[in-house]
T-cell receptor, first 111, second 112 residues
């Protein structure tokens, strides 16, 4: 079992929809969680970085961590075609373990 | 705003050939990483350098070597390329080990 699991998708939604992207992890020691966005044929770029439980909001994006369920979510409001990309979650436990990525979820927002 | 720069962007090798992938960052980051990305496998860490002068194996180090040339540069070498090394390779850097990483644009390597 991978330490960080994501549904690979693709997830297809109409423009304007609310998107929910999810990640599960297996090690409760994880403390830092990140979401990266990767456009086709580009390198991943950091979207959001969150620490511990709770929500973090940045414009149309909200990252949510539920440590009791070991569940990480990224919500995108008012989705746009430009949000079409692969979204990767990553974790770090800041205890000498390596930053580990999930396999990514491919999102397609149709106009 | 160069960030992380990788060269080359594309490469085709024959089985058994060697090559070095170059990476440089201009953000004064201490830690640098090499990942490979394969369909369905996500990003897997090959090697990393937590700070200048140190390197360590990641999840999939076999068939690769690295050199942290100085604080800016971290190279990845394939001594004898194999078709299983066909992949997209990403270099990344972070201020300290395993905090948010910044990625280069990738090198698409095909081994035939």
């Amino acid at each position: 079992q991978k330490e960080v699991e994501q549904d690979p998708g693709p997830l297809s939604v109409p423009e304007g929809a609310i998107v929910s992207l999810n990640c599960t992890y297996s090690n409760s020691a994880f403390q830092y969680f990140m979401w990266y966005r990767q456009y086709s044929r580009k390198g991943p770029e950091l979207l959001m970085y969150t620490y511990s439980s709770g929500n973090k909001e940045d414009g149309r994006f909200t990252a949510q961590v539920d440590k009791s369920s070991k569940y990480i979510s990224l919500f995108i409001r008012d989705s746009q075609p430009s949000d079409s990309a692969t979204y990767l979650c990553a974790r770090n436990d800041n205890a000498g373990n390596m930053l580990t990525f999930g396999g990514g979820t491919r999102l397609m927002v149709k106009p | 705003n160069a960030g992380v720069t990788q060269t080359p962007k594309f490469q085709v090798l024959k089985t058994g050939q060697s090559m070095t992938l170059q990476c440089a960052q201009d953000m004064n980051h201490n830690s640098m990483y090499w990942y490979r990305q394969d369909p369905g496998m996500g990003l897997r860490l090959i090697y990393y350098s937590a700070s200048e002068g140190t390197t360590d194996k990641g999840e999939v180090p076999n068939g690769y070597n690295v050199s942290r040339l100085n604080k800016r540069e971290f190279s990845l070498r394939l001594e004898s390329a194999a078709p299983s090394q066909t992949s997209v390779y990403f270099c990344a850097s972070s201020e300290v080990k395993d905090t948010e990483a910044f990625f280069g644009q990738g090198t698409r390597l095909t081994v035939v």
